[in-house]
């Protein structure tokens, strides 16, 4: 993962040298997306309100990053107060049983360019996989406080029998009334922590 960007990014490239720094994504600035099929040429569409996380990240060794994000199923808005409890009901997520959703890094693999990829365990629905996220890296910035962000874009996909969420319909025309791909797309702001060095 390239962990600087521009000439800005290298006035900064010392600072992050000794360690993994930590960053705390922003929650009022970052929107969690995801999408999926449904009634065959439709797609449903929606977000999560409440979730966060923190990335840790090493400029001097970027495969020695780490991302941790919890995503609360709860807070899932599809535009349809009716679909959305539904959607949270024991049909779909379950979130009497199953509240948070959460992405662990285990592996972090990068090039040149902006763009990494990381393996990290995905627990939802009570069921632990292991999946492949793009991340990109975007920008650095300083706000009008003067804390430092960064600025990323992640998408992934996959398939949600994987983990158990198998609620479906058939439809008289044929096919079914949910597909079973969820695309994911995050758009991520994140703060950066005060100093805390790590070996």
Sequence with gaps: MN?????EGKGRRSAGLAGRVTWAIDPVRSRLLFALRHII???????????GGTIALDERDPARSRVDVWID?????????????????????????????????????????????VRGRLDLHGVGED???EIVDQARSTDPDGRERC?????????????GLRWNQ???????????????????EAVRLPERRES
């Design 3 to 7: 962990t600087t960007s521009g000439t």
């Design 41 to 51: 040429v439709h797609q449903i569409r929606g977000s999560f309100a409440r979730w």
């Design 73 to 117: 199923l709860a807070s899932v808005d599809t535009g349809d107060p009716a679909r959305d409890d539904h959607v949270r009901s024991a049909e779909f997520f379950d979130v009497a049983r199953f509240p948070q959703a959460t992405f662990a890094s285990v592996e972090i693999r990068t090039s040149e360019g902006p763009v990494a990829v």
């Design 131 to 133: 999946l492949d996220v």
């Design 151 to 163: 600025t990323f874009t992640v998408k992934t996909r996959f398939d949600r029998r994987r983990f």
């Design 170 to 188: 058939d439809l008289d025309v044929g096919g079914v009334v949910v597909g079973d791909i969820i695309e994911i797309e995050a758009h991520v």
